[in-house]
Every structure is written in C-alpha cells, then in structure tokens.
C-alpha cells in the first residue's frame, strides 16, 4: 500500500552537495553574493574547527598546497599555511628571497620547478597586478590571489566582511537577508586608496554583498574609476566619509610612498586623515573600527580606537585562519 | 506505482506505528544498558540523525525524568572521500555544547550502510575530547558494511540490494514518520 508519504522522493545520498563553481580565487569578478556568503558560512564552521582541543580536521589529506610569496608577508603565509595543516594538507612554502629568482629566473620557469613538486593549489603574492592570473592560465592546480600589486587581495576582504558580519550580529544587528549581509550598511576606507589593493577588494566585495563604499584619502590618492563601480563613492573629506558609517577601515600607509609628490607629510597625514575618536562619535552608534594589519600605531587610526571596545583589528587577524580554510576547502573538494 | 524520475517506490517497510514502537524499544535499551541515563549523552548525525537524537531525548526523559543533552554533528569534514567526490558537500555547524570527556555517548543516524560515516563520527567525537564510551543508534541497518562496525541499537534490520534506497520518513522534515525502500533503476 502507498500512503501519502509516497509523494516524497528519497533524499539525495550523499545530502546537500553542489558542483564546484571556481577553480581559483583571484578576484571578485565572477563570484556571486551567495557563493561568497556559503563561503563566509563555511568559514563560521572552521572557526568552530579552531576552537576545539584537538585543532585539525581530516578534510584535505592527500592534497599539497604551495604558497610562493614573490613579496614579503610572513603574516599572510602563515596564516595560509596554518590554514591548509588546519585541514590536513601538505605544504610547500616558497619564498622569493631564497630562491633562484634572484638569480634572473622568469617567474614562469621558477613555477614550472615548483609545479614539479605537484601542488594542488597555489597560493601567489606578487609585487606586481595580474601575475596570479597568469599563473592561473599555466597551471593545472588551483590558484588563491594573497596579493597582487595595488589590484587584488581577496582573502582579506573575505576576512573583513566575515569579521564585520559576525561583529554586526553580535551586535543585535544581523542581516535581513542572507545573501545581502551588508544592506543598508555603508564601510568608510581610509587612506592611501591608489595604492592599496585592500581598498579595492574590500569595496568590490562589500558592494557585492549589498552595502555602501566610501573611499577616503587625500585628493591624489583617490582613483577616479573606482567610483564608477555601483555603490562606491571617493571623498577626500574625512568626516563626510565617517559620517553614518557602520565600520571605518583605515589603510595602512606605506612610508616609502610620504613625500612631496602625492602624499603630503607624515604629520599632515595623521592631521587630515588619522581616525580619532571624535570622528566616531559622526559614526553610526555602534560603528566599528577595522585595519588590515600590520598597524603603524598612532598614523591611521589614535590607539585608543585601535585598542578600544569598538575596534576589531585583533578578530580581523584571528578570523584569517578560517577564511583561509574555508577558501581551500571549497576551491579544493569536487571536481568541476 | 509513483515515478520520480529514475526512481520507484518499491514498498513502505515500517509504518509510523511501529516506527513510534522501534524508537520507544531503543530508548528502553540505551536506558538498560547504560544503568540509567545519567552520563548519557546523545549525537545526531546531520541530517536525519538530529531529529531523531531529539525524539530518543524526548522518550527517555519520559522514561527516566532527566533529558539526556542532545548535540548535533556534520561529519564531512572527516569524510574519507573527499580527494575523490565529483560534488563538493555543504559543511554544516556541529553544536556539541556540553563536555564530551568522560560522556557515554550514543551516536544516532537513519541508516547504517557502508559504516563510512560512522567512522567519520568516530573520529569526529574523539577530537572534541575523550568519551568514557561511544554507542550507535541507527533506525535502519540495511548491510553492506565496508567497514568493521556495527550498530548498539538498531531499529530494524533491512536485508536490501546495492540499488535500492532506505528512506527514512521523519514528522519534522517529511511530516510523517516511516521507513520506504525504493527502487533506483538505469
């Protein structure tokens, strides 16, 4: 006899699993909303992987993952790195510094050696834009952008917005719709925005995700083309920019790019575009304050922020690891 | 017979009744087996292992005045498959709040097939900390075990043929309680 459960197909075995839909993270270009908030929701569950006794999960035995840092970022590698043992991966770390770079090879026949070594998925810093997207085209393995000039820096926009979404619901403000966390919710990016490849993916992904983008800096620094992107706007006026933010990131400033030509001197700087705590207060009420890290203490942001009850710099750097792992996983496991 | 796409209803093996009946039996036996139920802990299995951990929670503080806490695990992480799958599966949370050192825990899924999931429950568990004991409830086992493990409670026993799907029907996702065996064909 069939009843009327008999209406009910069986339920798919294994339950609840999708095609891959990317191969590399270089950027944002062909990502959707709701492929970047699985992302984000994965990352939630390896942040419980990390606060467990025993801090690693079986997930990616058997693949190698080869981070090849082209410019200097121990921060980032590690936690890359710390990301994919997290999950049980080998890793081949290749530093510029030691390699035969130095000695004039092409960055194609340095990845040819490396390819050797049967990697995965590469994880690529370069000093210069598009190299990951090249190397994309090269090779069979996977490719993750951690940097690429002043174009791209993907995961940490990732880590930003995870930081930002949890922080917001924490605050009894979660999102209205899961696929658009940041509607209604405007960021304020702070500093030296032409050279900052930070800006450029946070503003791509906040945008993405439903929020609003004000780029903020000295006149010079402000790229026209950005502001052509749907919800980014430029303004060189630091309070304007701060007004009714939700989160006011500031840049980090590269000291070698102070002087005459662009940026005015450091005093200057901290004088016009330093967050203090007076411009919080133009802020939304529970506004946040966020830097990418390394800070230079007292330039971008007063340390009182940066070390205050409002700032998030300390999750932004702890939510790296799980970010990071949640982007291996999901580039990694499935055939496309 | 109902078609859904390339699979057919073969036939309805337990009715809600004796489902009700075979989940009772199992709470009775987790309760005798353990003395009691005080260092009882139960975990589901995503996904139909959950609901039915709350329902074995629910019966036994019927039965012995105290609930059992209930935590929910998703094991993909620890698949062992996951160099070789063709789909990527969705990760979910695992909420296992209460301490699982020196617990006696009792696992709880639908079906027990292959055991290559119990296995990853295994190793799951074990990671959160150190159980005094770990059992396995399962509302169907239905053979064709590639590795050596075995159910504790089990609420019935279904001989099947690699073609066929056990499904287990529960009230709070299916609206109805029950076990089908279907048919996969082509």
């Known amino acids: 006899m069939i009843g009327a459960a008999a209406q009910v197909p069986p339920p798919p075995t294994p339950p609840a699993a999708a095609a891959r839909r990317h191969r590399h993270l270089l950027d944002f270009t062909d990502w ?11 990352a939630e569950v390896m942040a419980q992987v990390l606060a467990r006794p025993v801090k690693r999960v079986p997930a990616l035995q058997g693949y190698t993952v080869a981070t090849l840092f082209f410019e200097d970022s121990t921060r980032t590698r590690l936690s890359f790195e710390r990301a994919a043992r997290a999950q049980s991966a080998d890793v081949i770390s290749f530093a510029a510094g030691g390699s035969s770079l130095r000695k004039g090879e092409s960055i194609r026949d340095t990845l040819r050696t490396i390819e050797q070594l049967q990697a995965d998925l590469y994880v690529v810093r370069h000093p210069s834009a598009g190299v990951p997207h090249q190397l994309a085209r090269w090779t069979n393995g996977a490719v993750v952008n951690a940097g690429d000039g002043r174009h791209a820096h993907p995961t940490q926009a990732l880590l930003d917005a995870y930081t930002l979404r949890a922080a917001l619901t924490a605050a009894g403000l979660p999102p209205a719709e899961r696929e658009r966390p940041f509607t209604g919710r405007r960021l304020a ?3 030296d925005v032409e050279h900052s490849r930070v800006a450029r993916s946070n503003a791509e992904l906040f945008t993405l995700l439903g929020g609003e983008v004000v780029l903020c800096g000295p006149a010079a620094l402000l790229p026209r083309e950005l502001s052509r992107l749907p919800g980014v706007h430029l303004t060189a006026d630091l309070r304007e920019a701060v007004t009714g933010a939700d989160a006011v990131m500031a840049l980090r400033i590269q000291h070698e790019r102070l002087g005459p030509k662009r940026l005015p001197s450091l005093a200057e700087y901290v004088a016009r575009y330093q967050v203090r705590p007076a411009h919080l207060e133009l802020a939304a009420p529970h506004a946040f304050v966020m830097h990418p890290g390394p800070l230079n203490r007292d330039v971008e942001v007063a340390s009182e922020l940066a070390d205050g009850e409002r700032s998030l710099v300390e999750r932004q750097v702890a939510s790296g690891v799980p970010v990071r792992m949640a982007v291996l996983y999901s580039l990694l496991v499935g055939k496309k | 017979m109902q078609e859904t796409e390339n699979v057919t209803l073969k036939s309805t093996i337990m009715s809600p009744a004796e489902f009700d009946r075979a989940l009772r039996r199992i709470a009775h036996e987790v309760i005798e087996r ?4 005080g260092d009882v802990a139960l975990v589901g299995i995503h996904t139909r292992g959950v609901p039915l951990a709350e329902r074995l929670a629910d019966l036994i503080e019927r039965f ?3 609930r059992p806490p209930v935590g929910k695990l998703d094991i993909t992480l620890y698949r062992d498959d996951l160099t070789e799958i ?18 006696k825990i009792v696992l709880v899924d639908d079906v027990l097939y292959t055991g290559r999931t119990a296995r990853a429950a295994l190793d799951a568990v074990v990671d959160m900390g ?7 409830a399962v509302m169907v086992d239905r053979g064709h075990r590639e590795l050596p493990i075995r159910a504790d409670y089990v609420g019935k026993n279904v001989p099947t043929s690699r073609s066929e799907i ?6 709070e996702i299916d609206g109805t309680d029950g076990v089908e065996l279907w048919e996969r064909h082509g």
């Open chain 2, 64 to 66: 012995e005045g105290t």
């Open chain 2, 166 to 171: 056990v499904h287990v029907l529960l009230q």
């Open chain 1, 32 to 42: 959707t909303a709701e492929e970047v908030v699985s992302l984000l929701d994965t």
């Open chain 2, 86 to 103: 063709s789909l990527q599966p969705v990760v979910k949370r695992t909420e296992v709040d209460f301490d699982v050192h020196g617990a």
């Open chain 2, 34 to 37: 353990n003395k009691g139920a």
């Open chain 2, 130 to 136: 150190r159980p005094a004991a770990i059992q396995f």
């Open chain 1, 189 to 191: 990016v702070v500093g």
